[in-house]
């Protein structure tokens, strides 16, 4: 239909009319071509629209962690809707929020002790740069303004998430609205020095020097906060070197450079823990979660913050805001009883404890792929998992990449839902997993592989 021409309001939807969504992250004219649709869930399967069981090896996108419709968190959030669907959280208040707050700090490692809700991943990184930020500012260091991220590291797709990231092709277009201030230090990945390391590689640790080099160059004066992934979930599940992380810590503490973990992907059980803070022992100033924080049902976002940073901003007369930040939906009811519930679920069924029992199982599965086509890395820890393919001479997006094709033939013709990205296939499955399921996904997986050319 061309565009001038307008449908009536109320007409009906063609059943099969794909056209007006305008998809997220998607080679839109593929996919419409030939949609991968689904229509209900259940525990680690999903249903396709024509009737098919198709295993979940990648909890959606990194945030089903306790499965789909839990009968728990669904029966939570229809309560919650039909109670107090919304209130305001801007000068009114509403208990569950509250309840939320609390109970998301206890499980969150040291002092963390206070929590900014938004409604997303990118939404809680830009809320946690603006916090950074604001708190040198209230603590008189006002010239720290600047964020150090990471090459090869995704924070969401807000302006300052695309900034601080580390993605060429994510930037690209947008690169004259990049947020000034910011610089990068390289990624960890390298192939010749990593490929095929179990959990955490040998190699790799003294690229944390680099941010000295960073330091020096913009001064520590200059700096507000480095952003980074404990494991780069979005860029093909890097693991961090053993001894990078603690680097990391190390500088930022000397120079009074606030440190931030985004923990989007690897919050609330996926390394087996509540963070992966818990997880390596490293304690970051601020934390980035969302996802898994409410199962995946509900968008929220949420950032946690230290002792002290909170308390640097109580100041001023009483009567003014002391952030200016926030969101309508920040700490929206369902999204928060959605959390409360699922927390619950993350605890009544051992969930985290499951990740880090089946942790090995994991690694070991997905290394018996070493020596299937095309596969030139695996890399595991927790449940999350990376198998990494030679591009070949395929000429995306002209044609289709092998990981693209491998995906596609897993979800129509083996009934695996599985991430892709760049030449990666990326794989976490939801927490309650179990060790048949592990292998149906490796085996799958192995046996796709020797289809593609
Ligand atoms: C580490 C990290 N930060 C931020 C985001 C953005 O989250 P959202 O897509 O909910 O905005 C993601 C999404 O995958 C992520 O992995």
Not at 279 to 304: C, E, H, L, Q, R
Not at 337 to 346: F, I, N, P
Request: charged share 20%.
């Amino acid at each position: 239909m061309p565009s001038s021409v307008k449908r009536a309001a109320n007409a009906p939807a063609k059943p099969n009319d794909l056209g007006a969504h305008f998809m997220p992250f998607t080679a839109q004219r593929q996919f419409k071509g030939k949609p991968r649709m689904i229509v209900s869930a259940k525990g680690m399967y999903c249903t396709s629209d024509d009737g098919r069981q198709i295993l979940d090896a990648s909890a959606g996108m990194w945030c089903m962690n306790a499965g789909h419709c839990h009968p728990k968190i669904v029966a939570a959030i229809q309560k919650q809707a039909a109670d107090l669907d919304y209130a305001p959280n801007f000068s009114y208040g509403h208990p569950v929020a509250f309840q939320a707050a609390s109970r998301l700090c206890a499980e969150m490692p040291g002092d963390i002790d206070h929590v900014f809700f938004s409604n997303s991943g990118s939404e809680a990184v830009d809320t946690a740069i603006k916090i950074a930020i604001a708190y040198q500012r209230a603590r008189g260091k006002g010239t720290k303004t600047k964020i150090i991220g990471r090459e090869r590291g995704y924070h969401g797709v807000n302006i300052a998430g695309i900034s601080v990231g580390g993605l060429g092709y994510n930037r690209k277009v947008f690169s004259a609205a990049l947020m000034p201030g910011v610089d990068h230090i390289p990624h960890t990945h390298n192939l010749e020095k990593q490929a095929f390391s179990k959990l955490q590689p040998e190699w790799g640790a003294h690229l944390a020097d680099e941010l000295e080099n960073r330091i020096l160059l913009h001064d520590a004066e200059t700096i507000a906060a480095v952003i980074i992934e404990p494991v780069a979930g979005s860029t093909g599940v890097l693991v961090p070197p053993k001894g990078y992380l603690e680097k990391i810590r190390a500088i930022c503490t000397k120079h009074d450079i606030l440190l931030i973990f985004d923990e989007v992907i690897t919050a609330w059980g996926r390394l087996g823990k509540a963070t992966a803070a818990e997880y390596f022992n490293i304690m970051p100033d601020i934390i980035t979660s969302a996802k898994g924080i409410n199962g995946g049902t509900v968008p929220m976002g949420a950032t946690f913050i230290r002792k002290g940073i909170y308390d640097a901003f109580m100041q001023g007369g009483e009567y003014g805001v002391e952030f200016m930040h926030g969101y309508t939906y920040s700490g929206h009811p369902l999204a928060c009883a959605a959390a409360l519930a699922t927390l619950e679920v993350y605890k009544e069924e051992k969930l985290f404890e499951n990740a880090a029992e089946l942790e090995k199982k994991w690694s070991d599965a997905l290394h018996t792929l070493k020596g299937a086509p095309h596969v030139i890395d695996i890399r595991a820890i927790g449940l999350m998992g990376a198998v990494e393919l030679d591009p070949g001479t395929r000429n995306p997006p002209q044609e289709m990449s092998r990981a693209m094709e491998t995906f596609d033939k897993l979800f129509f013709d083996e009934g695996i839902m599985m991430r892709f990205t760049g030449n990666v296939m990326a794989m976490s499955p939801p927490l309650i997993v179990n060790e048949n399921q592990i292998d149906e996904i490796v085996t799958k997986l192995g046996k796709t592989l020797k289809t593609v050319k």
